[in-house]
């Protein structure tokens, strides 16, 4: 190949190269804009319906929670009581950005009647019109600068000005979700107040790293509002890949009565992601087992992680039905003693009433040791 003939090819595949990356970055800027009005108005319709619903009475406080289980029954993801009330406040957070959503949607084909099946009251779109031409960034800006898992990260400041500082820092300096946690969990708010160099303090927030659009694209929100499944390889090694493909195979094929239901089951608590490595439902038990893997050493954190598993799943995935959930942790190593004081107090933590139904702990202990000498 000529030297002009391998420039002309070098061009050609730059030209490819940038086509795909400038048209895959817009693609996914308008996904974010459709998932951020999608939440925007679910958000509006809860608190319309709480303010006017007919039969609102008749669910009270436990709205949220009875809207997760009907939307679940339907098939859809990421609606969890969470992610509802998330949506709820901010809806209440961002009054000020419905008109811009409603012209931009309108711009795309979509009928917003559709969306909002009766009016907004005219009280609320002259408060929400006057409350946007107030705010120093227009809903233009927030909308089209800033990704739904950026909103979630700014709802956590309940002060105007404090989050009014983050928007103008994360629009300003295109800081990532990441950045923008970094800099709320470092207080800079509080410390670029107290500080004589502001600029300084605030440049260090910025990762050198660049955001790849991959990252956005994995993003749960942005999975749940496609629909699209994630990858259940999150573990950190194949060491762990491997131990729990056999773990799962091992206690379905133990015939006591475990179903298996979940692999890298995903909880959410802001824009912070757990994920329980294998999940069971035991028909017997009538209980979700919650099992975590820890390759290393057993520390008293994993017996608080595990909790937090089990808090969640009482509150969110139990039925009427059911019995509390159960937790396993599996480890590589322990300090029995450590292990009494960490899990005593939880009776649901690996515990002896129900050893009858689950495997002994002599069984996964041998099984785990047998699994790392291979």
Same mark, same amino acid.
């Given at each position: 190949?000529?030297?002009?003939?391998?420039?002309?090819?070098?061009?050609? @595949?730059?030209?490819?190269?940038?086509?795909?990356?400038?048209?895959?970055?817009?693609?996914?800027?308008?996904?974010?804009?459709?998932?951020?009005?999608?939440?925007?108005?679910?958000?509006?319709?809860?608190?319309?319906?709480?303010?006017?619903?007919?039969?609102?009475?008749?669910?009270?406080?436990?709205?949220?929670?009875?809207?997760?289980?009907?939307?679940?029954?339907?098939?859809?993801?990421?609606?969890?009581?969470?992610?509802?009330?998330?949506?709820?406040?901010?809806?209440?957070?961002?009054?000020?950005?419905?008109?811009?959503?409603?012209?931009?949607?309108?711009?795309?084909?979509?009928?917003?009647?559709?969306?909002?099946?009766?009016?907004?009251?005219?009280?609320?779109?002259?408060?929400?019109?006057?409350?946007?031409?107030?705010?120093? @960034?227009?809903?233009?800006?927030?909308?089209?600068?800033?990704?739904?898992?950026?909103?979630?990260?700014?709802?956590?400041?309940?002060?105007?000005?404090?989050?009014?500082?983050?928007?103008?820092?994360?629009?300003?300096?295109?800081?990532?979700?990441?950045?923008?946690?970094?800099?709320?969990?470092?207080?800079?708010?509080?410390?670029?107040?107290?500080?004589?160099?502001?600029?300084?303090?605030?440049?260090?927030?910025?990762?050198?790293?660049?955001?790849?659009?991959?990252d956005i694209i994995r993003d749960p929100y942005f999975l749940d509002f496609l629909e699209?499944?994630?990858?259940?390889?999150?573990?950190?090694?194949?060491?762990?890949?491997?131990?729990?493909?056999?773990?799962?195979?091992?206690?379905?094929?133990?015939?006591?009565?475990?179903?298996?239901?979940?692999?890298?089951?995903?909880?959410?608590?802001?824009?912070?992601?757990?994920?329980?490595?294998?999940?069971?439902?035991?028909?017997?038990?009538?209980?979700?087992?919650?099992?975590?893997?820890?390759?290393?050493?057993?520390?008293?954190?994993?017996?608080?992680?595990?909790?937090?598993?089990?808090?969640?799943?009482?509150?969110?995935?139990?039925?009427?039905?059911?019995?509390?959930?159960?937790?396993?942790?599996?480890?590589?190593?322990?300090?029995?003693?450590?292990?009494?004081?960490?899990?005593?107090?939880?009776?649901?933590?690996?515990?002896?009433?129900?050893?009858?139904?689950?495997?002994?702990?002599?069984?996964?202990?041998?099984?785990?040791?047998?699994?790392?000498?291979?």
């Amino acid at each position: 190949m000529s030297l002009r003939r391998k420039n002309d090819f070098e061009k050609l @595949i730059d030209n490819v190269y940038q086509t795909h990356c400038i048209l895959q970055e817009n693609a996914a800027k308008a996904v974010n804009f459709y998932l951020t009005a999608r939440n925007w108005f679910i958000g509006w319709h809860i608190v319309e319906y709480e303010q006017n619903g007919r039969d609102r009475a008749k669910y009270g406080n436990k709205l949220i929670n009875e809207m997760a289980k009907s939307l679940k029954s339907k098939g859809l993801k990421g609606y969890s009581p969470m992610a509802l009330r998330t949506n709820r406040i901010f809806y209440r957070t961002y009054p000020q950005i419905q008109q811009t959503l409603s012209v931009e949607l309108q711009k795309t084909g979509i009928d917003i009647n559709k969306l909002i099946p009766f009016q907004i009251s005219q009280i609320q779109q002259t408060a929400s019109v006057e409350l946007q031409e107030e705010y120093p @960034i227009s809903a233009e800006i927030l909308i089209s600068r800033l990704s739904f898992s950026h909103f979630v990260e700014l709802l956590r400041r309940k002060n105007h000005l404090d989050r009014l500082f983050y928007e103008v820092e994360t629009i300003k300096n295109n800081w990532s979700v990441r950045e923008l946690e970094r800099a709320i969990d470092s207080g800079l708010f509080t410390r670029a107040g107290l500080s004589k160099d502001k600029e300084s303090v605030i440049a260090k927030i910025k990762n050198q790293k660049p955001l790849n659009i991959k990252d956005i694209i994995r993003d749960p929100y942005f999975l749940d509002f496609l629909e699209l499944d994630e990858k259940t390889e999150y573990s950190e090694s194949q060491l762990e890949t491997s131990i729990l493909n056999h773990l799962q195979q091992f206690l379905t094929e133990l015939g006591t009565g475990f179903c298996f239901e979940a692999r890298q089951k995903r909880i959410t608590f802001d824009n912070t992601h757990y994920r329980i490595d294998l999940v069971f439902y035991h028909r017997v038990l009538k209980s979700h087992i919650l099992i975590d893997l820890k390759i290393g050493k057993f520390t008293h954190a994993d017996a608080g992680q595990m909790n937090v598993y089990l808090n969640y799943y009482r509150e969110n995935e139990m039925t009427e039905e059911d019995n509390p959930p159960i937790g396993i942790i599996l480890c590589g190593d322990k300090n029995d003693t450590l292990v009494k004081y960490a899990t005593n107090m939880d009776d649901h933590l690996f515990v002896s009433e129900y050893l009858l139904k689950l495997p002994e702990k002599k069984v996964l202990e041998n099984f785990m040791k047998r699994e790392l000498n291979q």
